[in-house]
């Protein structure tokens, strides 16, 4: 599987983005996907996953009711929506992708990675 993700960019603090995550050389529809992110100095952390169907999704804290994850299955894509950014935001995006169980928080149970994504975020 290969994992293209895009969309990143400088915003202002209160303002929206939406990364794109493209997937590649499998069955996209049985996989499952997920957002992370790393701040320079600091280790790689879940953002979001979503199931293989769609139909479940898992947000951590820092994010919950500000970004929601979805997948669009017929291009193979997989999509964060951030809004209300704050600083805290900015880091380089990871989509990551599975066929284990969805929802796994922890980097080293997804086996597929994009090449990542910078957001920033000024106050």
């Known amino acids: 599987v290969q994992l293209q993700a895009s969309g990143g960019g400088l915003v202002q603090a209160g303002d929206s983005l939406r990364l794109s995550c493209v997937a590649s050389g499998r069955t996209f529809s049985s996989i499952a996907m997920a957002w992370f992110r790393q701040a320079p100095g600091k280790e790689r952390e879940f953002v979001a996953a979503?199931?293989?169907?769609?139909?479940?999704?898992t947000y951590a804290d820092s994010v919950k009711g500000r970004f929601t994850i979805s997948r669009d299955s017929a291009k193979n894509t997989v999509y964060l929506q951030m809004n209300s950014l704050k600083p805290d935001d900015t880091a380089v995006y990871y989509c990551?992708?599975?066929?284990?169980?969805?929802?796994?928080?922890?980097?080293?149970?997804?086996?597929?990675w994009g090449q990542g994504t910078q957001v920033t975020v000024s106050s």
């Open positions: 979503i199931s293989w169907s769609g139909g479940g999704t």
């Open positions: 990551a992708a599975d066929y284990k169980n969805w929802g796994n928080r922890r980097s080293y149970d997804y086996r597929y």
